[in-house]
């Protein structure tokens, strides 16, 4: 009896414990839980601002006094003065708009998202105060030929607009450019990175390698400083994008293949884009030898096709002769210009499919349109019905160029056999204003146009044909 009262009690002592251990960590992990809800909230807010700090109180000009209220250590209230040297922290509020205009030093300008700070200033100084100090920036910031020079740090957030106006860009090592902070930089992919200075720019080396979106905004031309992949989308509202040694690249795959939204700007140098089943009906490269601007679209109409990756990429100087110059099926010159020749390259596809140019348009502002798609090196047999109706083919991927030309202009095409071909150059009246045969041979084949007489500005019809096809392309001689 004795040793069941005691098992009975030592059952009750345990399970208490027990209860008491559970409700322990029960109450610790809620302890814990509300630490970190504290903590990220604390994150989310973390400003700790400290009297005499400034924060915007509405659009306007920095040395503006309305603009701007003062926190005293517990409230904030309307400024009596606009923030001057040695402010420690400014904040530039959600909505505002802010125009900094005259040189100043300063430790901490925070800039909220859907808040812009424009510095117009030459240079300004942000300073580290007891080791802590920098520019972080969720909204806009717009740096014309500025400077932000100092010790402090920079962070570009995910929300953030970068606007670069310096013809040096931004450099990591802030040797250069708009950004010389000597503190850390941080560049985040998902930013928006504008280039819209007024004299030819480089983008300098301080890019994220992978970027979200990237807009080309100076009619004096950008030039890369190092390989650029878009996963988005590629703006170029005005001016040319210099490639150089470097490739830009469009898109992330064939199910995420990127944008290209134009409105003047074109690409020089080296692009590649992928295309699948979301863009392969709406596929084009803007693309220019830093004079004419040329638009290479390209489609698909066999479904097997429809996945891949392209090349495109302009070449300077001079076209050379069609037998020193063995582009493969998969790699064809698709246009000539003044200052040299464009080839696009299927870098990413089927190994049986070839590049086949379609047509040839010469649109407005010089640009030409020329268009191109995929085929196959599979020649379909017909049969003598089908033989009998069928439109023969030899001559295919003929380009011209440059166009407009002066003087001068290429003709390349393939031709499946060996022919006689008749060129002719014919005037908008229909008058034949060239005339010649040309010994065509299997393979690739290439003449030049040399002006036999002074033709007048305006539109010709450059014709090919031999006894059973007839090509006509239309060129323009400039002024």
Not at 177 to 184: E, F, M, P, T, V
Request: glycine share 8%; with cysteine.
């Amino acid at each position: 009896m004795k040793r069941n009262k005691l098992k009975s009690r030592q059952k009750t002592y345990l399970s208490t414990r027990m209860r008491i251990v559970i409700g322990a960590s029960i109450f610790t992990a809620a302890s814990l839980l509300l630490i970190v809800v504290f903590n990220l909230s604390e994150v989310k807010e973390s400003r700790a601002f400290s009297s005499g700090d400034f924060r915007t109180a509405s659009n306007g000009d920095w040395n503006d006094v309305a603009s701007w209220e003062v926190y005293d250590g517990k409230d904030w209230s309307e400024a009596s003065m606009p923030p001057g040297h040695g402010t420690n922290t400014v904040l530039v509020s959600k909505g505002h708009d802010l125009i900094l205009s005259e040189e100043l030093a300063i430790s901490n300008i925070i800039i909220d998202e859907g808040a812009k700070l424009t510095i117009d200033a030459n240079t300004i100084r942000v300073a580290k105060s007891n080791g802590k100090g920098g520019i972080v920036c969720n909204g806009t910031l717009s740096m014309g030929m500025s400077i932000i020079e100092g010790d402090g740090d920079l962070i570009i957030g995910s929300k953030a607009t970068l606007l670069i106006g310096s013809e040096a860009g931004i450099d990591k090592k802030g040797v250069s450019g708009n950004i010389q902070l000597k503190g850390k930089k941080e560049f985040n992919k998902d930013a928006l990175y504008i280039y819209n200075g007024t004299v030819h720019q480089q983008t300098g080396n301080a890019l994220p390698p992978v970027l979200r979106n990237l807009v080309i905004e100076n009619a004096s031309g950008v030039e890369m400083d190092q390989s650029l992949l878009i996963i988005d989308k590629l703006y170029l509202k005005k001016g040319v994008l210099f490639t150089g040694r470097f490739t830009v690249s469009i898109g992330a795959s064939i199910a995420a293949p990127g944008e290209i939204e134009r409105t003047t700007g074109a690409v020089c140098g080296k692009i590649k884009r992928w295309f699948g089943p979301l863009n392969v009906k709406n596929l084009s490269f803007p693309v220019s030898d830093a004079e004419t601007v040329n638009i290479f679209s390209f489609t698909s109409d066999l479904p097997q096709y429809q996945k891949g990756m392209i090349d495109v990429m302009f070449h300077e100087g001079s076209l050379e002769k069609a037998n020193q110059n063995p582009f493969e099926a998969r790699h064809v010159i698709i246009g000539i210009s003044e200052k040299g020749y464009y080839t696009a390259y299927l870098s990413n596809g089927p190994e049986e499919a070839l590049l086949k140019i379609t047509a040839t348009l010469t649109g407005n502002n010089n640009e030409n349109k020329i268009s191109w798609k995929i085929d196959t090196n599979k020649k379909k047999i017909l049969s003598a019905a089908e033989n009998a109706n069928a439109r023969i083919e030899n001559i295919q991927n003929i380009i011209t160029g440059p166009n407009p030309f002066k003087d001068t202009f290429f003709v390349r095409f393939l031709s499946d056999e060996a022919a006689i071909a008749n060129v002719q150059l014919m005037n908008a009246a229909g008058q034949i204003v060239y005339n010649e045969k040309m010994d065509v041979v299997e393979g690739y084949n290439q003449f030049e146009y040399s002006s036999k007489q002074e033709l007048s500005p305006g539109t010709y019809v450059l014709q090919i044909s031999n006894h059973h096809e007839i090509h006509t392309m239309k060129l323009i001689r400039d002024k």
